[in-house]
T-cell receptor, first 115, second 114 residues
Framework: AQKVTQAQTEISVVEKEDVTLDCVYE???????LFWYKQPPSGELVFLIR??????QNEISGRYSWNFQKSTSSFNFTITASQVVDSAVYFC????????????FGSGTRLQVQP | KAGVTQTPRYLIKTRGQQVTLSCSPI?????VSWYQQTPGQGLQFLFE???????NKGNFPGRFSGRQFSNSRSEMNVSTLELGDSALYLC?????????????FGPGTRLTVL
């Protein structure tokens, strides 16, 4: 069975603060993929990043960065210098190669960036 | 390229009725997945279709069904609606059926069951 846990239900920060969203996953598969999606108020899930289980390199894309640590089964997401437009619900998701290939989502973290 | 489109965007039904939701994937994408999003259960996988075949199914009752057409468009049907079926139904498309493929989501259909 697969499971994704996002323990932070809601985070509120002031603009320009850095914020880290935590994601912990469980899977018995040795090959799997991890994703982050953003869901703005409009409701559409926007793909942010994909990472496979063999690639533990951290990744940076503009103000976004991701820290993947297999040893702790975590795939955390950091927004540097947050902006009001970053306000959204962020979901971490897992997809295994074997068996059901559907995305298993965490419960999401609602990020509110105050001006 | 046009994104994933879903129709209708909003729907109100009463208990016992049935409903059909439609999803048009991104051009060239052959895999379509459906997810249900509710405040209580979060995002849950319903089913996935690839080349008109259902490849995976989530843990939902048989009242939930779907199909995919030769042009990759997909429909999902919910029969004998219950209040608990009120949710945002999201469709996602991807080029193939590999777990490696990112899924591109549509805006969703918000179903309210009264």
């Amino acid at each position: 069975a697969q499971k994704v846990t996002q323990a932070q239900t809601e985070i509120s920060v002031v603009e320009k603060e850095d914020v880290t969203l935590d994601c912990v996953y469980e899977t018995r598969d040795t090959t799997y993929y991890l994703f982050w999606y953003k869901q703005p108020p409009s409701g559409e899930l926007v793909f942010l990043i994909r990472r496979n289980s063999f690639d533990e390199q951290n990744e940076i894309s503009g103000r976004y960065s991701w820290n993947f640590q297999k040893s702790t089964s975590s795939f955390n997401f950091t927004i540097t210098a947050s902006q009001v437009v970053d306000s959204a619900v962020y979901f971490c998701a897992l997809s295994a190669v074997t068996g059901r290939r559907a995305l298993t989502f965490g419960s999401g973290t609602r990020l509110q960036v105050q001006p | 390229k046009a994104g994933v489109t879903q129709t209708p965007r909003y729907l109100i039904k009463t208990r016992g009725q049935q409903v059909t939701l439609s999803c048009s994937p991104i051009s060239g994408h052959r895999s379509v997945s459906w997810y249900q999003q509710t405040p209580g259960q979060g995002l849950q996988f319903l089913f996935e279709y690839f080349s008109e075949t259902q490849r995976n199914k989530g843990n939902f009752p048989g009242r939930f069904s779907g199909r995919q057409f030769s042009n990759s468009r997909s429909e999902m049907n919910v029969s004998t609606l219950e209040l608990g079926d009120s949710a945002l139904y999201l469709c996602a498309s991807s080029p193939g059926a590999s777990s490696n493929n990112e899924q591109f989501f549509g805006p969703g259909t918000r179903l309210t069951v009264l």
